[in-house]
T-cell receptor, first 114, second 112 residues
Framework: NAGVTQTPKFQVLKTGQSMTLQCAQD?????MSWYRQDPGMGLRLIHY???????DQGEVPNGYNVSRSTTEDFPLRLLSAAPSQTSVYFC?????????????FGSGTRLTVV | SQQGEEDPQALSIQEGENATMNCSYK?????LQWYRQNSGRGLVHLIL?????REKHSGRLRVTLDTSKKSSSLLITASRAADTASYFC????????????FGTGTRLLVSP
């Protein structure tokens, strides 16, 4: 089925470990974003991309890196995990330009840093 | 910082009743979007209203937008238990649609 696929669904990391959260979409969307969701905080934008090779920081980028080598994939890298990065991470994608469309979200990755 | 603030934070109603939730935002916008999130799931886009529109309908959903008051409301008519979810408003700042900013959400509980 077309959509946004996130892997893994659950992950436990030790403080200081690094890992990559994967995100792939098959809808040929130009825009892709990563959000984190914490209780009572809503969703906060980490990084976003408007197309292959173009990325930019969102509201809470510290401790995270992204790259966009293809239209389909937008991985999020945690460089050195900290307990403050315990959260649910969502990847989302959208068409660009006309602002007629909303974002399509993945089902999320629940990350715990111990 | 959050662009949108939903009100109320939580709402509990019976099946068949209408549910109204409100969103206030801070800066001028091109459009405002509403999303639903079922427990443990990703967000689902419900409806988008442009800044030059005042009202929009989609099935049992009715969204209004008042740009002079920087506010929007989402009305769900004849609620069902399956409507139980969190509802978020989201706005792209004028600097770029790709930077969608979400409010903190309204938790709706619809009891049979």
């Amino acid at each position: 089925n077309a959509g946004v696929t996130q892997t893994p669904k659950f992950q436990v990391l030790k403080t200081g470990q690094s890992m990559t959260l994967q995100c792939a979409q098959d809808m040929n969307h130009e825009y892709m974003s990563w959000y984190r969701q914490d209780p009572g905080m809503g969703l906060r934008l980490i990084h976003y991309s408007v197309g292959a090779g173009i990325t930019d920081q969102g509201e809470v980028p510290n401790g995270y890196n992204v790259s966009r080598s293809t239209t389909e994939d937008f991985p999020l890298r945690l460089l050195s995990a900290a307990p403050s990065q315990t959260s649910v991470y969502f990847c989302a994608s959208s068409y660009s330009g006309t602002e007629k469309y909303g974002y399509t979200f993945g089902s999320g990755t629940r990350l715990t840093v111990v | 910082s959050q662009q949108g603030e939903e009100d109320p934070q939580a709402l509990s109603i019976q099946e068949g009743e209408n549910a109204t939730m409100n969103c206030s935002y801070k800066t001028s916008i091109n459009n405002l979007q509403w999303y639903r999130q079922n427990s443990g799931r990703g967000l689902v886009h419900l409806i988008l209203i442009r800044s030059n529109e005042r009202e929009k309908h989609s099935g049992r959903l009715r969204v209004t937008l008042d740009t002079s008051k920087k506010s929007s409301s989402l009305l769900i008519t004849a609620s069902r238990a399956a409507d139980t979810a969190s509802y978020f408003c989201a706005t792209p700042p004028n600097t770029g649609f790709q930077k969608l900013v979400f409010g903190t959400g309204t938790r709706l509980l619809v009891s049979p």
